[in-house]
């Protein structure tokens, strides 16, 4: 069975530190990828999305960056983390090949203080 | 891009009540799909709707895609402590199986 990995759970950085957050998805090949954040536990918005190796499409600017080094790991990293980076990041992951439902990890708290 | 307005934004029921939520888009969804995300977790697909009219039930959720493809409705009848969470629509948003999410109906279940 296909499950998703999201680590760490929380976090608490200070302004101006660097961010690495990674997720892997495992029992599936070539999935969609997506992080997502979640702020004051509300809507959810799309950071970044990737449908493959060392593609990656950004939704909005931000202070964030995503890579994919692996077909089933997406990082989401910061070189200076801004208080407005805090919230609460969600992976999720498609098959690619048809539906919309996805699958997300449990998320990172992340408070950046 | 499209928008997706949920509503109520927030409510409180007691126990054993039923509940409905609806969702409107802007523009005409071919896919609706509904999530609940429980208290810091990440949100679990509940139901998904591909006909316009489709009725589709999961335990006491029923969720319709709307005729006008426009919205869609979701109720829970007889709720109980651990439908707590925030109930979340969602559409497709282009390609790539981008999906955008309503802004959530959080509920809370007064026992």
């Known amino acids: 069975s296909q499950t998703i990995h999201q680590w760490p759970a929380t976090l608490v950085q200070p302004v101006g530190s660097p961010l690495s957050l990674e997720c892997t998805v495992e029992?599936?090949?070539?999935?969609?990828l997506y992080w997502y954040r979640q702020a004051a536990g509300r809507g959810l918005q799309l950071l970044f999305y990737s449908v493959g190796i060392g593609q990656i499409s950004s939704e909005v600017p931000q202070n964030l960056s995503a890579s994919r080094p692996q077909d089933r790991q997406f990082i989401l990293s910061s070189k200076k983390l801004l208080l407005s980076d805090s919230g609460f990041y969600l992976c999720?992951?498609?098959?690619?090949?048809?539906?919309?439902?996805?699958?997300f990890g449990s998320g990172t708290r992340l408070t950046v203080v | 891009g499209q928008q997706l307005n949920q509503s109520p934004q927030s409510m409180f029921i007691q126990e054993g009540e039923d509940v409905s939520m609806n969702c409107t888009s802007s523009?005409?969804?071919?896919?609706w799909l509904w999530y609940k995300q429980d208290p810091g977790k990440g949100p679990v697909l509940l139901i998904a709707?591909?006909?316009?009219?489709e009725l589709t039930s999961n335990g006491r959720l029923t969720a319709q895609f709307g005729i006008t493809r426009k919205d869609s409705f979701l109720n829970i009848s007889a709720s109980i402590p651990s439908d707590v969470g925030i109930y979340f629509c969602a559409g497709p948003s282009g390609g790539y199986q981008k999906v955008t999410f309503g802004i959530g109906t959080k509920l809370q279940v007064i026992p």
């Open positions: 523009s005409i969804f071919n896919t």
């Open positions: 709707l591909y006909k316009a009219g």
């Open positions: 029992g599936t090949s070539n999935p969609n």
């Open positions: 999720a992951w498609s098959t690619g090949t048809g539906g919309y439902g996805y699958t």
